[in-house]
């Protein structure tokens, strides 16, 4: 048992209805770093209660990160007092049965072991690796123990780690940008990533523009895993569709994209950033999104399937409880490869257009239709004669995420883990399985900022 | 907890440091939310700990730790102090010099939040939900928000200062839905409605009960409107989309670690340089913008920011030229920073920026229009790693014909390039008009930290604006 379960337990023992108990604790360190030294470096540890009383069918929560005896009364308190207040939710489907809880990867030792001074060392490893170059960027490790405990005989626990390095090579004029991701620390190369940044911020020296206008273009993994996240979030959770605000709302079983597009949530993917159950205990299960191009569904969540009118199944995607009004959300974003070997090939396929290496700042124009902005970031290059050709300024686009994916010449047969967590809050990290894309529709809609600092 | 902090300080100085300050935080927030008549979320979060900052041989460090006793401050400050050497790397950080304070500081509350029974809240929001309730809208929902904040600082220049801040909002949205089209409308403002230091009677002040009808309405309405054409005209911009274009194009760019690169992986830099104070051209002679943390409710407001700087106002454009920055004691120019709760790092940050009022009324502004959009409320927002393009979206629009509001538009945006835009404002509205709002999700640093910050913005007017950018 793990010291998460344990809290969670004790919580348990303090109410004297139904109740859930949700523990999360944290050891984690950021070592961040600015102009190639570190600037902010932050060690966080925490642990959290989140506490669900039940009393007929109504709901109260209460949250603490006091856990010895006498904040887990008073968090008691507090979440009786708030059921005893509330009126009964009419989609609230019970606290979940004991169910059996998918196999996988256990914590990496390896990662668990690092301290502030590896972490340290880390960075300043990536920071060496861009030479001349300053640069800008995080190592980050952390472990979490998770646990979900309930007065239906819920007992789920799972210790987690994850790390990631972020490189930013960038001045005056130039600028280039890599990241790399993994539940293992052994799958970083926080050199290697040093060098990606460095070599791309070399290629972006006089930066030229383009007039604005629908370009062909190739997005690096890091790109379309970012435009995927946000296409997702809008687009792939059951409140959105219920509500009828998802590009998703009317098309379950519709062609929306190119053939060659597949894409799933999965958690158990053991490439990714494994979970073996959601906020509620429940078990993770594998969701198919859209298949061969066909939208298939989106996630659920115990809540969310009451209220559609079924049962009260999930699929193993419960939000924190002080979210739930966000609805369940797909944190495990998986979109299949393709045939091609390189991105150079996806140049090639391509012909005439635009490279991109990285988005910024998007914002959802319109979710009904699934329109996303923002801007390109730290590698935008011209595509000419199926090449990689001269650098270009940051790129405002317009894009319609669904017909991006319409029209897709090529995408990579690797793919890669891209860190989607920006490490708000208690820890969560997630992260999209992305190949690299090459599609005909790339909608510039301004020029923005030259590259760099 | 001021002895607490006393003791990590002492503690981070036997570790090494040449500097250091301690933060005990105790933060509890309260949230009510119903949607379509039932309630959709209830949380009551608390969570408390005690967060320590060091210099050791010119490095930073941070740490922090859940448990307020000895052992945790003691804790905290070894783990900063290690941290710190071990991130090391030579060179020197000087901190801008401070007298020292010992003071105590609370926002003025007429109602406590937290007296305000849960029972009473929920009510509250089913009454407001209810005047959303029309057949197009598919979901109406109302919430509201309290929060508690009490912090103690000490640090190792000899500052002792104890703050207690509260905070209420709340707001309404309606999603309108029919004929393949989702379109809403939120009161007071989008994106979780509006905030202040403040109690209840903030909350209570609102008006949601009374606005409910007339969001819902209009929300309907969208849903037989055209979409925005797009063109290059005159826009009028109210007051809340204003906030937003303040934040967006004044605040972050004119944040002083942003222009030295600290960002720059995340958040990102800022078209403007050191060197610009005093001399760039940021708008037309209209554009005044002041930084002011003691603005009276403002979300951004505070006696002493994190670093024990006492709050006081900075002028950052005046008539159109940028004279003064957002920063720290780092960074030269300190007042403005804070620290997202007790286990995160002070940042610079926003305190409340305003742009000022000018003269005259909306509708003067707007008959001051031959051809061109009325543009009201927030929907969608991005702007590049410079804050020079921006391309913003609104709830509602309304076509401006010789000086009168014509029919309604749907799912208008516009976009431009900061100081061009800027240059363009050639009316601001007066003070009658003036309205301050506050947001709590302005997203910095790595890890992510949120603040909560308050805008003040008349209505204003800008002339040959790109607007109706499609996909």
């Known amino acids: ?453 | 907890m001021r002895e607490l902090c006393g003791e990590a300080v002492e503690a981070a100085r036997a570790a090494g440091a040449s500097y250091a300050d301690a933060r005990a935080v105790l933060r509890r927030q309260q949230t009510v939310a119903t949607k379509n008549g039932r309630v959709d979320a209830l949380s009551d979060v608390e969570s408390e700990g005690i967060g320590v900052r060091v210099l050791v041989d010119g490095a930073w460090g941070f740490a922090c730790d859940r448990r307020l006793t000895a052992d945790g401050a003691h804790d905290a400050a070894a783990r900063a102090a290690a941290f710190a050497r071990a991130s090391g790397g030579g060179g020197t950080r000087e901190l801008a010099p401070v007298e020292p304070r010992r003071a105590t500081y609370e926002t003025s509350v007429e109602i406590d939040p937290f007296s305000v029974p849960i029972a009473e809240k929920i009510d509250f929001c089913l009454r407001a939900e209810e005047g959303l309730r029309r057949a197009e809208v598919k979901v109406a929902e109302a919430f509201v928000r309290a929060l508690r904040e009490q912090k103690v600082l000490v640090t190792s220049d000899g500052a002792e200062l104890e703050q207690e801040l509260v905070e209420c909002g709340g707001g309404i949205d309606a999603t309108a839905v029919g004929d393949g089209l989702a379109q809403i409308r939120s009161y007071p403002s989008a994106h979780g409605g509006s905030s202040a230091q403040a109690g209840w009677e903030y909350v209570l002040s609102l008006g949601l009960e009374r606005e409910a009808p007339r969001v819902a309405e209009q929300a309907a309405a969208l849903l037989q409107a055209p979409e925005c054409a797009p063109g290059v005209m005159d826009v009028v911009i109210d007051a809340e989309q204003m906030q937003l274009q303040v934040h967006e194009s004044v605040g972050h760019p004119t944040e002083l670690d942003r222009v030295l690169g600290s960002e720059a992986a995340y958040a990102g830099t800022s078209f403007l340089k050191p060197v610009d104070v005093g001399s760039l051209r940021y708008g037309s002679p209209l554009m005044n913008i002041t930084a002011d943390p003691t603005t009276p409710r403002g979300l951004g407001t505070f006696g002493f920011d994190d670093e024990g700087i006492p709050a006081e106002p900075q002028p950052i454009v005046r008539e159109g030229v940028l004279v003064g920055w957002i920063g720290s004691r780092e960074a030269g120019f300190p007042g403005s920073m804070r620290a997202d709760g007790w286990s995160r790092m002070p940042l610079v940050r926003m305190t409340n920026l305003h742009l000022d009022p000018g003269e005259g009324t909306l509708e003067e502004l707007i008959e001051g229009v031959d051809d061109g959009l009325y543009l009201e409320t927030n929907k969608s927002w991005s702007i590049d790693d410079k804050r020079l393009n921006f391309q913003f979206g609104t709830q509602v629009a309304w076509e401006i014909r010789d000086g009168k509001l014509g029919k309604l538009v749907r799912d208008a945006t516009y976009t431009g390039i900061t100081p061009q835009f800027w240059g363009s404002l050639d009316a601001v509205a007066g003070l009658d008009a003036w309205r301050l709002q506050g947001l709590t999700n302005c997203g910095k640093g790595q890890p992510g930290q949120s603040a909560h910050v308050s805008h003040g913005a008349a209505p204003a007017r800008f002339r040959g604006v790109q607007v109706g950018v499609h996909a």
């Not at chain 1, 790390?163 to 970083?188: E, K, M, N, P």
């Not at chain 1, 199944?313 to 390189?342: E, I, N």
């Open chain 1, 1 to 453: 048992m793990n010291a998460a379960l344990e809290i969670a337990e004790a919580a348990l023992a303090h109410v004297g209805d139904e109740a859930e108990a949700h523990v999360q604790s944290e050891r984690s360190g950021l070592a961040r770093f600015a102009g190639s030294r570190q600037h902010q470096p932050t060690l966080i540890e925490d642990a959290v209660v989140t506490l669900r009383v039940v009393r007929d069918g109504r709901v109260g929560v209460a949250v603490s990160n006091r856990t010895g005896d006498a904040g887990l009364r008073e968090l008691a308190a507090r979440a009786t007092d708030a059921a005893e207040n509330t009126p009964a939710d009419p989609d609230f489907p019970g606290l979940p049965e004991p169910a059996a809880l998918p196999i996988v990867a256990g914590p990496d030792s390896g990662t668990l072991a690092l301290g502030p001074g590896e972490q340290a060392e880390l960075a300043a490893d990536a920071i060496a690796a861009t030479g001349h170059y300053p640069a800008y960027g995080f190592f980050t490790s952390g472990s979490t123990e998770i646990a979900v405990a309930s007065t239906t005989g819920v007992r789920a626990e799972q210790t987690t780690t994850d790390a990631t390095v972020l490189v930013l090579a960038s001045g005056d004029g130039f600028s280039g940008y890599a990241t790399q991701t993994s539940a293992r620390i052994a799958d970083l190369d926080v050199r290697a990533c040093g060098v990606e940044a460095a070599a791309k911020a070399a290629r972006t020296r006089d930066a030229a523009t383009v007039e604005p206008g629908v370009y062909r273009a190739v997005l690096e993994p890091y790109a379309l895993a970012e435009l995927l996240q946000y296409f997702a979030w809008d687009s792939f959770g059951a409140v959105g569709l219920l509500e009828e605000r998802s590009y998703l709302a009317g098309r379950i079983g519709e062609p929306i994209c190119d053939a060659r597009i597949s894409i799933a949530d999965d958690a158990l993917d053991a490439d990714g950033l494994p979970r073996a159950f959601d906020f509620e205990g429940a078990p993770k299960e594998r969701v198919a999104l859209v298949e061969d191009g066909i939208a298939r569904g989106v996630v659920w969540d115990r809540r969310s399937a009451t209220r559609a009118g079924g049962d009260s199944r999930g699929t193993g995607h419960a939000p924190p409880v002080v979210l739930q009004s966000y609805g369940p959300l797909p944190f495990a974003l998986s979109m299949r490869g393709g045939d091609a070997g390189s991105l150079d090939e996806l140049a090639e396929a391509v012909g005439d257009g635009i490279y991109v290496t990285r988005l910024h700042y998007l914002g959802v124009v319109h979710p009904r239709e699934g329109v996303v902005t923002g801007t390109t970031r730290d590698g935008t290059f011209r595509i000419r004669d199926g090449r990689v050709a001269e650098p270009l300024a940051n790129l405002r686009f317009t894009v319609s995420v669904p017909r991006l994916l319409k029209d897709v010449p090529a995408l990579t047969r690797d793919v890669k883990l891209v860190n989607g967590s920006d490490f708000y809050g208690d820890r969560f990290a997630f992260g999209v399985l992305a190949p690299a894309i090459a599609t005909a529709y790339f909608n510039v809609t301004g020029v923005g900022s030259s590259p760099g600092i």
